[in-house]
């Protein structure tokens, strides 16, 4: 029963991304699309969607008891980014790429597809959850992370971990619409239906158009292009097992809702965060690395999400 749930929940999200690959295929779609769609989701859908869930689904205890639950991703994340580090220099990752390794090592894809496939296998009640492994992911990702891919390409223009321009990455329109909910909560702020059925309507353009964006992505990685070596293998380990089995751990120790922490374990064995290559692109770093391994470990996740459900008693 668990195993089927979960199975139905990723068909529902494959069924989504093979339409944008097919439709891609058939030239419907394009880069340019794939590029339309991804501002859409981040800059208007998602700020919309995080919005109105917040103010839709919590009362302000509920919302202030939730503050404390971000212990568990800030030190999963942390104790990943780590690891990446270690990782990185035992099995002697190219200077080049090493940035962009270890930036994909700890970094999950948390929203583009991290929100769907919990929305499929747990509905709305999951949100929230996604969310405060949302806010510690990026974090790590706009501070450490970008820190570490400007530094394979060595120059002045390498930021430091903690700058304004880092803090301006965290506050991305997505947490924007996230803080503007929460801020309209905690004042209880009673909005017109318009304003939360816009956000609602809006909203709901996320799921589909981030799924398309996958697909268009994935047409454009060549199966010949990937090389198995022993840095797609890591990451690949790293994200679909050592990541998601350090949350597991961690809920051994420190007692949240069931639910809570099988969200947190799904949301670590996303696939990396497909920001990465656009930041190794702005650094000169390895971008075509960081495209192939976000299609590599999107298909690798698909594949474990039912154990770890299984693992879980989902």
């Known amino acids: 029963m668990v195993f089927m749930r979960s199975v139905e929940g990723l068909l ?19 880069e340019n699309t794939g590029k339309t769609f991804s501002k859409i989701v981040l800059d208007i859908s998602l700020p919309c969607y995080m919005f109105y869930n917040i103010t839709s689904t919590f009362e302000k205890e509920e919302l202030v008891s939730l503050a404390d639950k971000l212990l ?16 990185s220099n035992l099995i002697k990752v190219d200077r080049s790429r090493k940035g962009v390794y270890r930036s994909m090592f700890f970094a999950s894809n948390t929203m ?10 747990f509905g709305e009640s999951s949100i929230p959850y996604v969310l405060l492994y949302y806010i510690a992911n990026t974090s790590f990702f706009w501070t450490f992370g970008v820190f570490e891919v400007s530094r394979d390409n ?11 321009k880092a803090l301006k990455r965290i506050l991305n329109p997505p947490m924007i619409g996230f803080m503007a909910g929460v801020l309209a909560v905690l004042a209880g702020a009673g909005l ?9 309507y809006i909203g709901n353009l996320t799921t589909p158009l ?23 293998i890591s990451l690949v380990f790293a994200r679909s097992l050592v990541c998601p089995m350090l949350v597991l751990l961690l809920i051994q120790f420190i007692k949240i809702p069931k639910l809570m922490g099988m969200v947190f374990v799904i949301q670590a064995a996303m696939p990396t965060i497909t920001s990465t290559s656009v930041v190794a692109r702005e650094y ?31």
């Open 210 to 232: 981030a799924m398309f964006f996958t697909g268009i992505a994935l047409y454009s990685v060549k199966l010949r292009e990937i090389k198995f070596d022993k840095d797609v």
């Open 284 to 314: 000169g770093s390895d971008y075509h690395f960081a495209a192939v391994m976000t299609a590599v470990t999107t298909a690798t996740s698909f594949v474990v999400i039912p154990v770890y459900m299984l693992i879980m008693g989902g």
């Open 112 to 121: 583009f597809i991290g929100l769907p496939v919990n929305l499929a296998l």
């Open 192 to 200: 017109p239906a318009f304003i939360t059925d816009s956000c609602k």
């Open 154 to 164: 060595r120059s002045d223009s390498a930021p430091k971990p903690f700058t304004l």
């Open 12 to 30: 529902t999200i494959i069924i989504m991304i093979l339409t944008g690959y097919v439709f891609t295929r058939a030239g419907w779609f394009d």
């Open 72 to 87: 568990i991703p800030f030190i999963s994340v942390g104790v990943s980014y780590i690891l990446a580090i270690f990782v």
